[in-house]
Every structure is written in C-alpha cells, then in structure tokens.
C-alpha cells in the first residue's frame, strides 16, 4: 500500500509532497496482536496524557493482574473501582473502560476476526454507543490496529497542528477545513495524517 498512497498523494498535493520527502518512507505498523477490547481499553486509558504518564497508568493497571498479558472483560469488571481509581485512572476513564469490558461480553464491541469484515462506518457507529469513546478513539482503533488506509482524524490536535505547520497557516484548519482539503488524499488519508503528525517531531 505505502508506494502506491505515496505516488497519489505526492501528485495530489505539491505541498504534502515537500514534507514526504523530507519525512522519508511510511512505516506505521498496525497492531494486528491486540484485539479491538485492548485497544479501545489503552486508547481510553491514554485519553489527555501525554505519552509517558499514560503509559506509567497504564503499567499499574496492568500489574493489578500479575501473570496475565492484559486483562480480560471479567477481570475489570470484578474489579473494584476504588483499585482502578488507585492505580491512577480517573472516575470517568474507570467506568468508560467498565463499559468497554460489559460491551464486549456483550457483543457490541467485535472480535479481531469479525471487525476486520466490517466497514469504517459501521464500526464507528457501533463503537460510539460506548461511554467515552467517541469518534477520535475509534479512528485510531482504525488506523492504528486496523490498519485502514482512509481514515481522517480531523478533531486530532496533532494533525491539525502538522497541517498548519506544512501549509504555513497562522491559526489551526477547523476540522471542516481539514476535512474538505484532504478530499485529495482520498483513499489514503491515514498516510496524509501521519505525515502530518511526523510533521511536528
């Protein structure tokens, strides 16, 4: 896929161009080994931290089940909140990822298997039917696990912010800028985005 995004997209957009060819080649990587509970658990988990301090979170939440890779569905659930809130997670992020462990028993969060056979839309209306996960955490489920090649985070402050950057704007696109411009990015908007996030390292 990445020769082929970076041939449309370096003749869609002459600016995109420059900054691909200073980035260099694409390399994101999708996270087929997690499935779609992990993932929305860790996207939650990693809402409004930086990097570090959600990963340091979500380490002790993770050693509250010693022998286990990750927990399951019913572990969380059979956890108190008051242990969760204690390993550093907030009262809203404690009960949104309580949704997403009753939601997947529940069917409405998909297996690996089932969601790689459903379209972005679909998934996207399924999954924001969950307390705290809204469009911007089901797009990087998309990108990030899925590896789905067209996906625009358009609310995202570091595309936003790697689009004025690149294009030399004073002030931020509105995500309805953004989205109208990457019209032309069209079927590979997700390698447009992450060259515009490469664009503020």
């Given amino acids: ?30 996270a ?16 409004q931290l930086n990097g570090t301090a959600a990963a340091t979170i979500f380490g002790r939440v993770k050693a509250l089940y010693p022998g286990k890779r990750f927990p399951s569905p019913e572990d969380l659930l059979a956890t108190p909140d008051e242990r969760l809130r204690g390993a550093g997670l907030s009262r809203a992020k404690v009960a949104a990822i309580k949704d997403i462990a009753a939601k997947t028993l529940a069917g409405v969060v998909p297996t690996s298997r089932k969601i790689a056979r459903m379209d972005n839309e679909t998934i996207l ?38 689009f004025a950057l690149t294009f030399n704007l004073k002030d931020l696109p509105t995500p309805k800028d953004l989205l109208a ?3 032309k990015w069209r079927p590979y908007r997700s390698v447009a985005a992450w060259y515009l996030w490469r664009a503020l390292d």
């Fill in 1 to 30: 896929m990445s020769e082929e995004a970076i041939k449309h997209l370096t003749k869609a957009d002459k600016v995109l161009a420059r900054l691909i060819k200073k980035i260099g080649p694409y390399n994101l990587k999708p």
């Fill in 32 to 47: 087929w080994g997690r499935s779609p509970f992990e993932a929305l658990v860790q996207s939650v988990a990693y809402q």
């Fill in 125 to 162: 209306a399924q999954l924001t039917t969950i307390r705290g996960v809204g469009p911007w955490t089901v797009e990087m489920l998309l990108m990030f696990k899925l590896g789905r090649p067209d996906v625009l985070p358009v609310t995202d402050y570091g595309v936003r912010k790697g």
């Fill in 181 to 183: 411009h990457g019209e």
